[in-house]
Nanobody, 119 residues
């Protein structure tokens, strides 16, 4: 089993910063955590869920165009945790942010953490 738990969301003014964390649990998955790609998605009200950033098992990263230069995804394999550092936040970044991984052909999702950016 895989469980992902996000934290770090909140209310911030435009131009501010937040750091989201996602910690993974599940004995077998944790032992293989460092080999798995991890992603952050977000879903704003009335919109489809969209991919924000991915970090591969090898440490390569990829970002949605809308967050390039502002967001940084990283991972700490020892802590089985993936982070999303969000700087220069904009009102359009307001959404529920979800951590995701695919393991053994199954997608696993956290319950999400709310990020609200006021103008």
């Amino acid at each position: 089993q895989v469980q992902l738990v996000e934290s770090g969301g909140g209310l911030v003014q435009a131009g501010g910063s937040l750091r989201l964390s996602c910690i993974a649990s599940g004995t077998i998955f944790r032992s293989m955590f460092n080999m798995n790609d991890m992603s952050w998605y977000r879903q704003a009200p009335g919109k489809q869920r969209e991919l924000v950033a991915t970090v591969t098992g090898g440490g390569s990263t990829d970002y949605a165009d809308s967050v390039k230069g502002r967001f940084t995804i990283s991972r700490d394999n020892a802590k089985k945790t993936v982070y999303l550092q969000m700087n220069n936040l904009k009102p359009e970044d307001t959404a529920v942010y979800y951590c995701e991984t695919n393991w053994n052909a199954i997608d696993y999702w956290g319950k999400g953490t709310q990020v609200t950016v006021s103008s």
